[in-house]
């Protein structure tokens, strides 16, 4: 069983359309880190956080720590958001990726 | 299990001497590898991605002369850290990606020096 697990694996949505996407994990963590990689480039960076909510435009990023859950929320969806979406966590000693949410964010 | 490792975990060295990181894909072959620095509380910075057989791209900012990557098969890229400082004292992840395969990350090396 993998450390951290996303959900859905793959996910298409209309334009405008309110997107979450899941994350689970079974370690202790010091942060979570929530990455994202358009087609043929490396990761970005969206969201580091080690408690609470980050909101960033769009992006809403939320944590329960008690729960070892995560959720980012997309509002208002546009075409451009089409990436996959990663979610990690570091324990301070070593980092555990989920296998990614491929979004497809149809106009 | 994992699919992507690097060697060492951890390394500690005195400064000034170069320290070399190997990340290997372990089931597939990996045509495209991208190494990633996090420094301590901020989250990863994207360093350069390398592709089998060719030279690495780097991000702006990111000296190539000091950070050397060697791509030279498909299972196996190599980060060089040369003459390192304290200020390189930071946490090195690399992932690598090949076919249709969702992009893998490595465990990390964290690299002190002194």
């Known amino acids: 069983k993998n450390e951290v697990e996303q959900s859905p694996q793959n996910l298409t949505a209309q334009e405008g359309e309110f997107i979450t996407i899941n994350c689970s994990y079974s370690?202790?963590?010091?942060?979570l880190h929530w990455l994202q990689q358009h087609p043929g480039g490396g990761i970005v960076s969206l969201f580091m956080?080690?408690?609470g909510k980050k909101k960033h435009g769009r992006l809403i990023a939320t944590i329960n720590i008690q729960e070892k859950h995560s959720s980012l929320h997309i509002t208002a969806s546009h075409p451009r958001d089409s990436a996959v979406y990663i979610c990690?966590?570091?324990?301070?000693?070593?980092?555990?990726f989920g296998t990614g949410t491929s979004l497809t964010v149809i106009p | 299990g994992a699919v992507v490792s690097q060697h060492p975990s951890w390394v500690i060295c005195k400064s000034g001497t170069s320290v070399k990181i190997e990340c290997r894909s372990l089931?597939?072959?990996?045509?495209?590898m991208f190494w990633y620095r996090q420094f301590p509380k901020q989250s990863l910075m994207l360093m350069a991605t390398?592709?089998?057989?060719?030279?690495?791209?780097?991000e702006q900012g990111v000296e190539k002369d000091k950070f050397l990557i060697n791509h030279a098969s498909l299972t196996l890229s190599t980060l060089t850290v040369t003459s390192a400082h304290p200020e390189d004292s930071s946490f090195y992840i690399c992932?690598?990606?090949?076919?249709?395969?969702?992009?893998?990350f490595g465990p990390g090396t964290r690299l002190l020096v002194l």
């Open positions: 992932s690598a990606r090949g076919g249709e395969r969702p992009q893998y």
């Open positions: 370690v202790g963590i010091s942060a």
């Open positions: 956080l080690s408690s």
């Open positions: 990690a966590v570091s324990t301070g000693n070593q980092f555990y």
């Open positions: 089931d597939f072959q990996a045509t495209t």
């Open positions: 390398s592709n089998e057989g060719s030279k690495a791209t780097y």
